[in-house]
């Protein structure tokens, strides 16, 4: 009987199944990524990461990441962060710095002291074809006099018979970020569906929901592309600050609250241009090690 050897991790909350790739034979499809994130007949996660040896010879791994509906994506900052406690823990590297190939391209993640991880996540994109968005007759809500588009923008979306602000930005990912007074009264669990699938957003795109706490604080919610709302979001936090920041909202380091811990975010691009790199730093924990019996329905 063919079995997966996995190990199920967290990120302030956002849950992971890692599969190791380099010591055991893989072959991920979608039909058993979802039975693998399915929390009642499989193991369940957010998202399946998965190690591999890099294609490239600039990097150290490579990383593949498929949500709870099958779909690959191209990042994922929680489940970065598991990935380097994950190829430590294991004894694939004794480095703390190591580099990471994956479809959005080169991250950097770091290992730090305390055990907590940080990572490069690389400059945040605004031009919205790169992100993509489809921004075609529409005018930007900008919150501040500043370039439409390639300089980051709020933009006027349709969604269920309403008009709402997004600022639409990739992380490696596309998001879509709201301004809302309350978290815990956001309407996540209706728009976030909608504005996921949102036809502007041609590959989907991650829905957050924002709430300013302060100059160096927020509090956030994130709908995920193919997961559905997640206790946590990685890139979903650099997405809000950077949006916070582009609007003269937040400063450059900012404490993102979301419901299964706390991340913090820097960014220096109004300082030092928009093409300076997020970081993020938060927790990597180990939940538990197991075995999946691949034919066995």
């Not at 950097?108 to 400059?123: W, Y």
């Amino acid at each position: 009987m063919s079995r997966l050897k996995f190990t199920k991790m967290q990120g302030t909350g956002n849950d992971f199944v890692v599969l190791d790739g380099i010591r055991q034979q893989v072959t991920l499809t979608p039909a058993l990524a979802r039975r693998i994130a399915d929390r009642h007949f499989g193991v369940g996660c957010d998202q399946i990461l998965l190690v591999e040896k890099p294609d490239t010879a600039d990097a150290d791994f490579r990383y593949r990441i498929w949500n709870s509906d099958g779909g690959e994506v191209e990042q994922c900052g929680n489940g970065a962060r598991c990935f380097v406690r994950f190829v430590h823990d294991q004894g694939l590297t004794r480095q703390n710095d190591i580099r990471v190939q994956t479809l959005s391209g080169i991250i950097t993640p770091r290992l730090e002291m305390d055990g907590q991880v940080t990572i490069n996540m690389g400059a945040p994109i605004f031009h919205p074809p790169r992100i993509p968005f489809d921004s075609a007759n529409l005018t930007p809500l900008n919150r501040r006099p500043g370039p439409a588009g390639d300089g980051g923008a709020w933009w006027p979306l349709q969604v269920d018979g309403q008009e709402v602000a997004v600022f639409a930005v990739s992380m490696g990912n596309p998001h879509a970020v709201q301004l809302i007074e309350d978290v815990e009264t956001a309407p996540v669990l209706r728009q976030g569906p909608a504005i996921e699938r949102h036809a502007r957003f041609p590959r989907r795109v991650n829905a957050g929901f924002m709430q300013i706490a302060g100059r160096d604080r927020i509090r956030l919610r994130v709908h995920e592309r193919g997961a559905g709302e997640t206790l946590a979001c990685g890139t979903g936090a650099c997405a809000a600050v950077v949006a916070g920041i582009r609007s003269g909202l937040l400063e450059a380091l900012v404490r993102v609250q979301t419901r299964g811990g706390e991340l913090t975010i820097r960014w220096d691009g109004d300082r030092n241009g928009l093409n300076s790199p997020v970081w993020k730093t938060g927790p990597a924990v180990t939940v538990f090690e197991g075995e999946l019996e691949l034919n066995e329905r």
